[in-house]
Protein backbone atom coordinates (compact mmCIF):
# COMPACT_ATOMS: atom_id res chain seq x y z
CA UNK A 1 0.00 0.00 0.00
CA UNK A 2 1.14 3.80 -0.60
CA UNK A 3 2.27 5.17 2.77
CA UNK A 4 3.57 8.76 3.37
CA UNK A 5 5.29 10.35 6.44
CA UNK A 6 5.16 14.08 6.63
CA UNK A 7 7.57 16.00 8.97
CA UNK A 8 9.93 19.10 9.12
CA UNK A 9 6.93 21.68 10.21
CA UNK A 10 7.09 23.73 13.56
CA UNK A 11 7.28 27.46 14.96
CA UNK A 12 9.53 30.11 12.81
CA UNK A 13 9.55 33.76 12.44
CA UNK A 14 8.85 35.88 10.03
CA UNK A 15 10.88 36.23 7.41
CA UNK A 16 12.29 32.29 8.06
CA UNK A 17 12.45 29.37 6.36
CA UNK A 18 11.45 25.67 6.92
CA UNK A 19 11.96 22.63 4.73
CA UNK A 20 9.31 19.80 4.82
CA UNK A 21 9.92 16.43 4.00
CA UNK A 22 7.54 13.45 3.31
CA UNK A 23 9.22 10.19 2.87
CA UNK A 24 6.60 7.27 0.84
CA UNK A 25 6.61 3.82 0.61
CA UNK A 26 5.06 1.71 -2.45
CA UNK A 27 6.01 0.52 -5.84
CA UNK A 28 7.15 2.68 -8.65
CA UNK A 29 7.60 6.24 -6.59
CA UNK A 30 9.61 7.75 -9.25
CA UNK A 31 6.06 8.05 -11.54
CA UNK A 32 4.14 9.27 -8.90
CA UNK A 33 2.95 12.90 -8.70
CA UNK A 34 3.10 14.11 -5.44
CA UNK A 35 1.80 17.37 -3.82
CA UNK A 36 1.52 19.23 -1.14
CA UNK A 37 -1.72 20.85 0.51
CA UNK A 38 -2.65 22.77 3.54
CA UNK A 39 -5.34 23.67 5.79
CA UNK A 40 -5.48 27.03 7.83
CA UNK A 41 -7.77 27.13 10.68
CA UNK A 42 -11.11 27.56 9.95
CA UNK A 43 -10.47 27.48 6.33
CA UNK A 44 -11.04 24.49 3.19
CA UNK A 45 -7.76 22.51 2.31
CA UNK A 46 -5.80 24.34 -0.43
CA UNK A 47 -3.24 23.68 -2.73
CA UNK A 48 0.31 24.70 -2.69
CA UNK A 49 2.68 22.45 -4.73
CA UNK A 50 2.93 19.56 -6.35
CA UNK A 51 5.83 17.79 -9.28
CA UNK A 52 5.38 15.44 -11.89
CA UNK A 53 7.63 12.67 -12.54
CA UNK A 54 9.46 14.71 -14.60
CA UNK A 55 11.30 16.83 -12.06
CA UNK A 56 11.11 19.61 -13.95
CA UNK A 57 7.17 20.03 -14.20
CA UNK A 58 6.03 21.51 -11.29
CA UNK A 59 3.08 23.53 -9.82
CA UNK A 60 2.56 26.46 -7.72
CA UNK A 61 -0.46 27.99 -5.93
CA UNK A 62 0.09 32.08 -6.68
CA UNK A 63 0.40 32.36 -2.85
CA UNK A 64 3.78 30.74 -2.53
CA UNK A 65 4.91 31.05 -6.18
CA UNK A 66 8.69 32.32 -5.87
CA UNK A 67 8.48 31.69 -2.04
CA UNK A 68 8.51 28.15 -1.79
CA UNK A 69 10.12 25.58 -4.00
CA UNK A 70 9.12 21.56 -4.12
CA UNK A 71 11.52 18.75 -5.57
CA UNK A 72 11.70 15.15 -5.19
CA UNK A 73 14.31 12.62 -4.25
CA UNK A 74 13.44 9.68 -6.15
CA UNK A 75 15.90 7.44 -5.12
CA UNK A 76 14.93 8.00 -1.33
CA UNK A 77 10.97 8.30 -2.46
CA UNK A 78 10.90 11.53 -0.50
CA UNK A 79 9.27 14.88 -1.66
CA UNK A 80 10.42 18.08 -0.04
CA UNK A 81 8.79 21.26 0.17
CA UNK A 82 11.15 24.42 0.86
CA UNK A 83 9.51 27.65 2.60
CA UNK A 84 11.61 30.46 2.15
CA UNK A 85 10.40 33.99 3.40
CA UNK A 86 7.46 32.67 5.37
CA UNK A 87 4.59 34.96 6.49
CA UNK A 88 1.72 34.38 9.24
CA UNK A 89 -0.92 33.61 6.67
CA UNK A 90 1.41 30.37 5.61
CA UNK A 91 0.32 28.95 9.01
CA UNK A 92 -1.36 25.62 8.94
CA UNK A 93 -1.08 22.05 8.96
CA UNK A 94 0.52 21.30 5.85
CA UNK A 95 -0.16 17.28 4.06
CA UNK A 96 1.69 15.49 2.12
CA UNK A 97 -0.52 13.82 -1.03
CA UNK A 98 0.39 11.46 -3.87
CA UNK A 99 -0.98 10.00 -7.16
CA UNK A 100 -0.10 7.01 -7.79
CA UNK A 101 -1.01 7.52 -11.54
CA UNK A 102 0.52 10.51 -12.33
CA UNK A 103 -2.11 12.55 -12.28
CA UNK A 104 -4.07 15.01 -9.62
CA UNK A 105 -6.04 12.68 -8.41
CA UNK A 106 -4.59 12.82 -5.01
CA UNK A 107 -5.47 10.12 -2.99
CA UNK A 108 -2.99 9.25 -0.48
CA UNK A 109 -2.18 11.70 2.18
CA UNK A 110 0.75 11.88 4.91
CA UNK A 111 -0.25 12.54 8.40
CA UNK A 112 -0.14 16.14 8.60
CA UNK A 113 3.39 18.33 10.18
CA UNK A 114 1.98 21.48 11.70
CA UNK A 115 3.87 24.94 10.51
CA UNK A 116 2.95 28.11 12.51
CA UNK A 117 4.82 31.66 11.64
CA UNK A 118 4.79 34.41 14.20
CA UNK A 119 4.76 37.95 13.21
Known amino acids: QVQLVDSGGGLVQAGGSLRLSCAAS????????MGWFRQAPGKDREFVASIQWNVVKTFYADSVKGRFTISRDNAKNTVYLQMNSLKPEDTAVYYC????????????WGQGTQVTVSS
Open 26 to 33: GPSFSTWT
Open 97 to 108: AADPGGGSHFGF
